[in-house]
């Protein structure tokens, strides 16, 4: 699994590439391009495997985003590699992102993750193949 790592927003965390989605781009564009500007890494979106969202006020024990915005919904997608760099390192890296790795599946479930429900919802879609539809978490942090 393709993770990246940083320091946020506890020492040691590790998520999905990801991030905003521009006007007029689709979440699998998004998905694919968010993964290159953090990674280096050119993918194909072929699936969507998960949505869920996160209303920061509705979890008191939760992080507080970055950027302020309170609400996000993330699409979780099954990529394919399409070109691989030399070395990992995307062009427009997130300023709290320390590196990026890919880390063996085993090794997910002993992660700080964020969301802390990652290495579940791994499993799962990973259990699940990709014959089954996405799956709508709902406003979740656990």
Request: a negative charge.
């Amino acid at each position: 699994m393709l993770l990246v790592r940083g320091d946020w927003p506890r020492p040691g965390t590790w998520w999905l590439p990801g991030g905003g989605q521009q006007a007029g781009e689709t979440l699998a564009a998004c998905a694919e391009r968010e993964v290159f500007e953090e990674t280096g890494v050119r993918v194909k979106a072929e699936g969507l495997v998960v949505v869920r969202e996160y209303i920061q006020a509705n979890h008191p024990d939760g992080h507080l985003m970055l950027s302020g915005a309170g609400h996000r919904v993330d699409a979780m997608f099954r990529c394919r590699i399409v070109r691989e760099p030399t070395v990992l390192g995307g062009p427009a890296q997130d300023s709290v992102q320390l590196g990026v790795e890919w880390v063996a599946l085993d090794e997910i479930a002993g992660l700080r993750t964020l969301p802390p429900c990652l290495p579940a919802v791994i499993t799962d879609a990973l259990a699940a193949g990709s014959g089954r539809g996405a799956v709508y978490l709902g406003d979740t942090y656990a």
